[in-house]
């Protein structure tokens, strides 16, 4: 059988300690060590990756690297945490299989450096997008911030993880991330307020106080000397290699990343900020008067700037630090604390505080790093917990780390060893027993409901009386002294009495990774894990959203008498939760060890390794997988995976699975010892083997893609060629019926042409023909209008030749009878001839005068002047009258054709005329304005409604006038109104009437000869009017005015004519006085036409513009 040598083969040392020959603790250390000095920290043990951690940067975990081990079989590189990493996130892509990835080892031995490599090399290989890299991104970054606030230096390791972490980070089929879940297990919150010597308080303290600006510093009242703070260690703060600033950026910068708002990190700084300045309240002893020690606050400024940073009133805080209120059955009682009592709540109000921000932090981290989607994931769990720790004072926090080591080490021997080796017998494989160390009875010794230490634990917190550590250290005396694991001075087992190395106070457990002392003191503390409700109401209160959320028990609305579960129940429980967790995924193992205790590189201590090799199990690891097999598959998935690898059982195999697998195992001749047929499994021996199964199908599916790629080429191309065809038939039946179109237009135009031609021929044959044809029949009628008209000609010339004889023949007769007549009746003619001839030229004058005159008449236009000239005096008198009857036959004509309206201005007209031609030079502008009358529409006027109630008669005129004033010559406007029984003047605004004459009471109308309007209504002397005087008015219309005043006159019965004086001075009587109004011509002033002026109390001068 030709196997394809892998790379396994060319290592330093061997590459999979299952290939270790002779196999033996010390071969298998030497291995290591080989391995390690050449700086090949990764070995397996089968599909399990032994890493060594190098304290030092080595070049494996490139982008280069990360190339080279993508989509590689396990077993192809050099042993790598890539592979793992690869391997589990192909299977989870490919397979379907949730993964998880268990990192075990202790404190320092690499195992958050070793879940980050994993992270960051799934992160590197799968999908890629805007949307992934942000998810990617998020879940990267949250290790950085819940590194800052949950690792410390310890004097195992500067970056000790201080709190267990198993993150799922969730795929979708594509394998692409969709988000994560952490989960968080018990913060060893007790670093708070205590570090042992050569240990730091948690990075973020240090990470803010020298990386923080300085305005930060003093937002959070803080003093970048950590000595000012008692919270702080001082011995060894500066670690070596660890920039405390550098990472309070990297961190703040996570935490942008991650999604943390602006106000939500300035409130978790305000917390840390807190926890220290809480470290710094002091208190002293104060003695009351019944004799009982009370504390005091030494310096309130530090508790005062807290209060602030939190928002919490002072004095509650500080009562809080004093009373304790104890509520039992309804009753509050209140007890004052001493100065120890009140350190301890203090301490206890600083642990609480931070450990709640810690389990806030993983909250809000993973609201941020959810998926978003609701489809099934698949899951690639991370465990990085803390690990098996021994110090030299161990206190609960080391047993509940030990504790959870010990079940992540159960589940490692319940997968790998116990599980498989009882596969091999279920199975039926022929299989010898391998001895190794079962650590359950020590996790029974633990977490045993019934006489667990943990449960002993629980029931002191809560049995009622005196309860001190002394007396849970008394009952585990009692209740494990038996238990093989469990050592103690003062317990059952005589054994311990005389062992010196067990002080009174403490207990021993041996743990699978070695003997560890633990010191009761504040086992029962811890586990109760109590704040004292006056300390969480007093955090409620705070006007801090963040702290008002850590401590919803502080709300008095909600208090619960119900004391909350343990810490060690908790632990307990959620441990349990994990273990379930892991067992339903796909295990890959990560076991780190720690090449010595100095941190340091290129230091392989032998010792120390050896240790970690022996509880670790590696051996046993090796020996199981030596003497089993490694590789396992169900028989139908089996040759399901491997059936084309032999034509019996390709492309179907018809019979049961596990004869398909026989006959594909015997058909690839594969050696008998390489394999063994288990009841529903193959098992392979080898990984050669199944590499060479593996690499067969990889060729067979390679042919089998190529024959796949063949067959669908082939398709495609006879697709695409029958396309082609029936594309090109289209095409060519389109191009031909194109071709055969314009061969048909072509031959259909030639035609035309020649038809065209031919026709074009026959008609001008034809045309030419008739043309002929016309020219002779024109020719023809030509001559015959000759011909006739010569005819014609010459009848004329004979018929006239024949009426000129014949006149002449009449002539001559009638010249003849008339020289006969004259000579008979000479005698007769002579005595009246002269008359005779007188009388016919006299009528014929006469006659020939009146047809002229008929064409040559005027028209009918009365103003039209024309008239024909005379032609012979004698007709003189004639011509006249005829004119003059023409005239007036013309002028009646036209009469008749007036209305009696027009008849009626016109007799107007003609009566104005009467009165003022060439009398008054206003008179000829006049004359060509027709009278109007009522220019004021005085009917329809709304605004004169109430003007032509008052008036009962007629308006015959109604015009503005401007009445003269006496006294200065102006004049007012007022509306003139005549009916046929008086005059009215009214105001023009308002309408209302000023004067009323009757027509009879008027005298006489004097006007001027000039151009102006001016005329003055006299009254007659004694009439009712006259009282008033005169009226001196001016208008526009006075030609109008008059005339119809006079014709009023004429037409009225009771009233005389009335008499119209046309002269340049007359008269006017003003009430009592007579003025005399002149008219001179002059220019007038202020460019007006007329102007009217007061000269002495006698005379108004009116100036009238030249007449031209
Ligand atoms: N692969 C590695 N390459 C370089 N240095 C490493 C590597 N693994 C671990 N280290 C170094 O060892 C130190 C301790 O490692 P790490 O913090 O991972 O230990 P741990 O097993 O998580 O310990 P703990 O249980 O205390 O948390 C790291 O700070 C780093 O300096
Ligand atoms: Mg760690």
Same mark, same amino acid.
Not at 323 to 336: D, I, L, N, P, Q
Not at 978 to 994: E, H, I, Y
């Given at each position: ?14 590459g ?15 291995n ?7 700086? #090949? ?79 960051s090399? !799934? &992160?590197? !290989? ?5 949307? !992934? ?37 969730? %795929? ?5 991330p ?6 968080n ?15 730091r ?15 930060t ?9 950590? /000595? ?33 708002? #602006? ?12 926890v ?9 002893p ?16 530090d ?5 602030e ?30 100065v120890?009592?009140?350190?301890? &709540? ?12 810690? /389990? ?8 941020? =790093? ?17 690990? %098996? ?25 319940? @997968? ?5 080796q009882e ?19 020590i ?11 943990? &449960? ?5 917190c ?18 494990? &002294?038996?238990?093989?694991? %469990? ?8 054994? %311990? ?23 009761v003191?504040?086992?029962v503390?811890k ?7 006056d ?8 006007n ?8 919803? #028990? ?28 892991l ?19 290129? =230091?392989?201590t032998? +010792? ?11 051996m ?11 590789f ?45 047929y ?32 063949? =067959? ?9 060629f ?7 038939v ?15 237009k ?7 042409v ?103 008449m ?16 004698? @007709? ?12 007036l ?49 005085? +009917?329809?006027?709304?605004?004169y ?14 015009? !503005? ?39 009879p ?25 006259a ?5 001196l ?5 006075l ?22 004086? =046309?002269?340049?001075?007359? @008269? ?32 108004? #001068?009116?100036s ?5």
């Amino acid at each position: 059988m030709e196997v394809k040598t892998s790379l396994l083969d060319n290592m330093i040392g061997v590459g999979d300690m299952v290939l270790l020959e002779p196999l033996s603790e010390d071969s298998f250390l030497e291995n290591l060590q080989k391995r390690f000095d050449h700086n #090949e920290i990764y070995t397996y043990i089968g599909s399990v990756v032994i890493s060594m951690n190098p304290y030092r940067s080595l070049p494996i975990f490139t982008p280069d690297k990360v190339e080279e081990y993508r989509n590689r079989n396990f077993y192809e590189l050099s042993p790598h945490i890539y592979a793992l990493a690869d391997e589990a996130y192909r299977s989870l892509r490919d397979q379907d299989k949730d993964q998880c990835i268990l990192i075990t080892g202790e404190s320092g031995a690499g195992k958050t450096e070793a879940s980050k490599l994993v992270m960051s090399y !799934v &992160a590197a !290989v799968c999908g890629k997008g805007q949307e !992934v890299n942000k998810v990617k991104e998020q879940l990267l970054q949250s290790n950085p911030v819940l590194e800052a606030f949950g690792n410390a230096k310890t004097v195992r390791n500067d970056n000790s993880s201080r709190f267990g972490k198993y993150m799922d980070i969730e %795929f979708d089929f594509k394998g692409d991330p969709l988000g994560g879940v952490i989960s968080n297990y018990l913060l060893e919150k007790s670093r708070v307020v205590k570090q042992p010597r050569g240990e730091r308080n948690f990075h973020v303290f240090y990470q803010l106080l020298s990386g923080a600006s300085d305005d930060t510093l003093r937002k959070l009242k803080l003093d970048r000397d950590f /000595s000012k703070y008692n919270y702080l260690s001082l011995d060894s703060a500066a670690v070596n290699g660890l920039d405390d600033a550098a990472n309070f950026r990297t961190v703040r910068n996570a935490m942008q990343i991650v999604g943390f708002m #602006e106000d939500e990190v300035q409130s978790v700084l305000e917390l840390v900020a807190a926890v220290l300045k809480l470290g710094n309240i002091e208190f002293k002893p104060e003695s009351r008067c019944n004799g009982t020690d009370e504390s005091r606050i030494k310096d309130k400024n530090d508790l005062k700037e807290m209060c602030e940073l939190l928002g919490i009133e002072q004095s509650v805080l500080e009562r809080a630090f004093s009373y304790r209120t104890v509520e039992a059955k309804m009753e509050k009682v209140s007890t004052t604390l001493n100065v120890a009592q009140a350190y301890y &709540a203090r301490d206890a109000l600083a642990k609480n505080l931070y450990s709640r921000l810690f /389990s806030w932090l993983v909250t809000r981290i993973n609201e941020s =790093i959810k998926a978003q989607t609701k489809t099934r994931h698949k899951v690639m769990g991370v465990l990085d917990i803390y690990g %098996f720790e021994i110090f030299e004072d161990n206190s609960f926090e080391q047993f509940i780390i030990n504790y959870c080591n010990e079940k992540l080490q159960q589940i490692f021997i319940e @997968l790998t060893l116990r599980e498989e080796q009882e596969e091999y017998v279920r199975e039926g494989i022929e299989w010898t027993n391998i001895e190794y160390f079962n650590n359950a009875i020590i996790c029974d010794l633990i977490e045993n409901n019934q006489n667990g230490i943990l &449960a002993m634990l629980d029931e002191e917190c809560l049995r009622p009386g005196t309860v001190t550590d002394e007396t849970f250290l008394d009952k585990l005396n009692t209740v494990c &002294a038996e238990h093989q694991h %469990f050592e103690s001075r003062l317990s059952k087992n005589s054994k %311990f009495l005389t062992d010196h190395s067990l002080p009174h106070n403490c207990f021993r457990i041996q743990h699978y990774a070695g003997k560890v002392l633990y010191r009761v003191e504040g086992f029962v503390d811890k586990n109760n894990d109590l704040l004292y409700r006056d300390l969480s109401q007093a955090m409620y209160k705070a006007n801090h959203s963040l702290i008002k959320q850590l401590f919803p #028990e502080g709300n008095p609305a909600k208090v619960n008498l119900k004391r909350p579960p343990t810490a060690g129940f908790q632990f307990r429980a959620s441990v349990g939760t994990l273990m379930k967790n892991l067992q339903t995924k796909n295990p890959n193992y990560i076991r780190c060890i720690k090449p010595n205790d100095k941190k340091a590189s290129h =230091i392989f201590t032998d +010792s120390l390794v050896r240790h970690q090799v022996r509880y670790l199990g590696l051996m046993e690891n090796v020996r199981v997988r030596r003497a089993g097999y490694a590789f396992r598959q169900a028989y139908e998935p089996c040759l399901e995976r491997y059936k084309m690898l032999c034509k019996r059982t390709w492309p179907h195999w018809r019979g049961p699975a596990r004869e398909g697998v026989e006959v594909l195992m015997t058909d690839l001749q594969v050696p008998a010892e390489e394999f063994s047929y288990g009841r529903s499994k193959i098992f392979i021996r080898n990984p050669r083997t199944l590499f060479f199964l593996e690499e067969r199908r990889r060729q067979c599916l390679e042919d089998l893609a190529t024959l796949i790629q063949k =067959i669908y080429r082939g398709w495609k191309c006879r697709t695409q060629f029958l396309l082609l065809k029936k594309s090109q038939v289209t095409v060519a039946a389109w191009y031909r019926r194109y071709a055969q179109q314009k061969k048909y237009k072509r031959i259909k135009s030639a035609t035309t042409v020649v038809q065209s031609y031919t026709r074009g021929w026959q008609a001008r044959k034809l045309l030419r023909e008739l043309k002929y044809q016309k020219r002779c029949e024109e020719a023809v009628t030509t001559i015959a209008a000759f011909w006739h008209g010569t005819q014609a000609r010459r009848e004329l010339r004979r018929l006239k030749e024949e009426a000129r004889r014949k006149h002449a023949v009449a002539v001559i007769w009638a010249y003849w009878q008339g020289l006969k007549v004259r000579r008979e009746y000479r005698k007769f003619f002579r005595a009246n001839a002269g008359k005779k001839i007188y009388d016919f030229t006299i009528q014929r004058i006469i006659q020939k005068y009146f047809l002229n005159l008929k064409s040559t008449m005027p028209s009918m236009s009365p103003i039209d002047k024309n008239w024909p000239t005379r032609p012979y005096l004698f @007709l003189d008198g004639v011509h006249t009258d005829l004119r003059r009857i023409f005239h007036l036959w013309r002028c009646k004509k036209y009469r008749s054709q007036f209305t009696e309206e027009k008849k009626a201005v016109y007799e107007e007209k003609l009566e104005a005329s009467e009165i003022f031609k060439d009398k008054k030079a206003l008179y000829p502008s006049s004359v060509s304005q027709p009278f109007k009358g009522d220019y004021l529409e005085i +009917s329809k006027n709304p605004k004169y409604q109430k003007l032509n109630s008052a008036v009962d008669e007629k308006v015959l005129l109604a015009d !503005v006038v401007n009445k003269i004033n006496r006294a200065n010559g102006k004049g007012t406007a007022r509306i003139f109104l005549l009916t046929k029984k008086s005059v009215v003047l009214a105001d023009q605004k308002t309408g209302q009437v000023k004067a009323s004459v009757p027509l009879p009471d008027l005298s006489s109308v004097s006007v001027s000869t000039q151009t102006d309007g001016f005329f003055a209504l006299r009254l007659k002397e004694g009439s009712a009017s006259a009282v008033k005087g005169d009226f001196l008015l001016s208008s526009e219309h006075l030609i109008e005015i008059i005339t119809k005043l006079h014709r009023v006159g004429a037409t009225t019965a009771d009233m005389e004519q009335l008499n119209v004086d =046309i002269s340049d001075e007359f @008269l006017v009587q003003f009430k009592q006085d007579k003025v005399c109004v002149k008219f001179i011509q002059g220019v007038p002033k202020n460019g007006n036409s007329v102007s009217c002026k007061r000269k002495n109390n006698r005379l108004l #001068e009116v100036s009238v513009p030249t007449t031209p």
